[in-house]
Nanobody, 124 residues
Framework: QVHLVESGGGTVQAGGSLRLSCTAS????????MAWFRQAPGKEREGVAT????????YYAASVKGRFTIAQDNAKRTVYLHMSSLKPEDTAMYYC?????????????????WGQGTQVTVSS
């Protein structure tokens, strides 16, 4: 059964850090890519980072590169998003997603499976 569960969201001051977790069912973790997306009120969903489960290759959106790190723990079927130097503009609902689409992509349309999301709020 497809299942993705996010956790770790919360409220943090600008400049602070948070770590998000996404735990997948065995079936979902067999996907090739797992990624984090975010969506702020009134804005489109945007890709933040993605990781290729087989090799741990990663790719980041320009807006978060150098501040966010995506990582995996295969034993726990979990993907993490370490966020540092947070800015108020990082405030959004953060979603975990998975796909077996062959190429690297941060296009939400390429992802088949989605979690329910976890809220991140960065105060100034």
């Amino acid at each position: 059964q497809v299942h993705l569960v996010e956790s770790g969201g919360g409220t943090v001051q600008a400049g602070g850090s948070l770590r998000l977790s996404c735990t997948a069912s065995a079936y979902t973790y067999s996907a090739d890519w797992m990624a984090w997306f975010r969506q702020a009120p009134g804005k489109e969903r945007e890709g933040v980072a993605t990781i290729y489960i087989g090799t741990s290759s990663t790719y980041y959106a320009a807006s978060v590169k150098g501040r966010f790190t995506i990582a995996q723990d295969n034993a726990k079927r979990t993907v993490y998003l370490h966020m540092s130097s947070l800015k108020p503009e990082d405030t959004a609902m953060y979603y975990c997603a998975a796909t077996s689409y062959g190429g690297v992509s941060l296009d939400p349309a390429r992802y088949n499976y989605w979690g329910q999301g976890t809220q991140v709020t960065v105060s100034s």
